[in-house]
């Protein structure tokens, strides 16, 4: 596989305007810099995959994301002591 091109065979958007990616068995979900949401199916999954990360094209699965902390209130209730009567 060439890594090195910027384009993969059959996908009609260069490495540069893709943004992040998610697969789910053979299907690509990919999001392009625009905004864009498109589904790319390749013929080698594993030489398509090499293709992104090799471009810096991010795999959101494997991107840590922020844990959100429950929500505390000093109250002690949780939520419903954001309300009052």
Request: proline residues 5%; charged residues 25%; aromatic residues 12%.
């Amino acid at each position: 596989m060439d890594t090195a091109n910027n384009t993969y065979p059959a996908l009609e958007f260069p490495a540069s305007e893709l943004s992040a990616f998610a697969v789910t068995i053979d299907c690509f979900i990919i999001s392009l810099k625009n905004g864009k949401i498109i589904n790319f199916t390749p013929d080698n999954v594993g030489d398509f995959y090499c293709w992104l990360t090799s471009h810096n094209v991010r795999d959101i699965q494997k991107t840590e994301t922020k844990k959100e902390e429950p929500c505390v209130t000093n109250s002690g209730k949780g939520w419903k002591g954001l309300f009052k009567k």
